[in-house]
C-alpha cells in the first residue's frame, strides 16, 4: 500500500495567487514527520516545509504552510503568492520515526505558474 | 554552502563499465546515509540504506550485487553501479541525517545523473 500518496500529477496557478497541493499518508507509527520539498529541472532537493506528528501548531516557512490533519492523516502544502520561480515538482515524503532517516516520497506534483 | 557533497553531478559510462558515486557529509558525522533513485518524471525510489561500518540494507527489488554500497568512514558513502546498462541510466541522490539536530534536518546531496550508452 502506497504510504505517501499525491493525487494531483500536475497543477496550474495564476501568478500571485495560492495553491495547495494534495498530500495524503498512512501509518501505524505514532512518531512521524512529514517533509516537503521541491525539485526543480537541476535536480536538487530544496526542502520547503516540516511538519512534526505531535506538533500542535500547523508548521509554516515564509510563504510556504502546512495543512495538517492528523486525524484525516492529510498534510497538504499551501504556497501564498505564488511566483513564476515556484515552477517545479513538488514532493511530499514522510519520515516514521522507527525507521531511521530514510524518506519515502510521494509520486510529486508538477506545478505550474502562469504569468 | 553544501552540507551533503556529492560527486560526480554528471557521468557518462559505457555499457558493461562500473560507475562509483561518492556522498560526503561536510558539516557532521553521518553514520548513516540513504540512496536513491529517480527516473524522469517519476518520484524519488529508495534503493538502500548505507550503514556505516556495516553491511547496506537494500530495500526489497533492489540487486545488492548490482549496486555496491560501501561506508567506510563516517562522512563518506558510495555507490558503485556494477556492470551499468543503458536501463541503469537514472538520477542518483543521496540523503544523510544530522542526528544532532530537530528530526526535520536531513539533507540531500546535489545528485548525480548517470547515462550508460
Not at chain 1, 502546512?66 to 497538504?76: C, E, G, P, T, V
Not at chain 2, 539536530?101 to 545523473?113: K, L, V
Request: aromatic share 12%.
Amino acid at each position: 500500500a502506497q504510504k505517501i500518496t499525491q493525487t494531483q500529477p500536475g497543477m496550474f496557478v495564476q501568478e500571485k495567487e495560492a495553491v495547495t497541493l494534495d498530500c495524503t499518508y498512512d501509518t501505524s507509527d505514532p512518531s512521524y514527520g512529514l517533509f516537503w520539498y521541491k525539485q526543480p529541472s537541476s535536480g536538487e532537493m530544496i526542502f520547503l516545509i516540516y511538519q512534526g506528528s505531535y506538533d500542535q501548531q500547523n508548521a509554516t516557512e515564509g510563504r510556504y504552510s502546512l495543512n495538517f490533519q492528523k486525524a484525516r492523516k492529510s498534510a497538504n502544502l499551501v504556497i501564498s503568492a505564488s511566483q513564476l520561480g515556484d515552477s517545479a515538482m513538488y514532493f511530499c515524503a514522510m519520515r516514521e520515526d522507527n525507521q531511521g532517516g530514510k524518506l519515502i516520497f510521494g509520486q510529486g506534483t508538477e506545478l505550474s505558474v502562469k504569468p | 554552502g553544501a552540507v551533503v557533497s556529492q560527486h560526480p553531478s554528471w557521468v557518462i559510462c559505457k555499457s558493461g563499465t562500473s560507475v562509483k558515486i561518492e556522498c560526503r557529509s561536510l558539516d557532521f558525522q553521518a553514520t548513516t546515509m540513504f540512496w536513491y533513485r529517480q527516473f524522469p518524471k517519476q518520484s524519488l525510489m529508495l534503493m538502500a540504506t548505507s550503514n556505516e561500518g556495516s553491511k547496506a540494507t537494500y530495500e526489497q527489488g533492489v540487486e545488492k550485487d548490482k549496486f555496491l554500497i560501501n561506508h567506510a568512514s563516517l562522512t563518506l558513502s558510495t555507490l558503485t553501479v556494477t556492470s551499468a546498462h543503458p536501463e541503469d541510466s537514472s538520477f542518483y541522490i543521496c540523503s544523510a541525517r544530522d542526528w544532532e539536530r530537530p528530526g526535520n534536518t536531513i539533507y540531500f546531496g546535489e545528485g548525480s545523473w548517470l547515462t550508460v550508452v
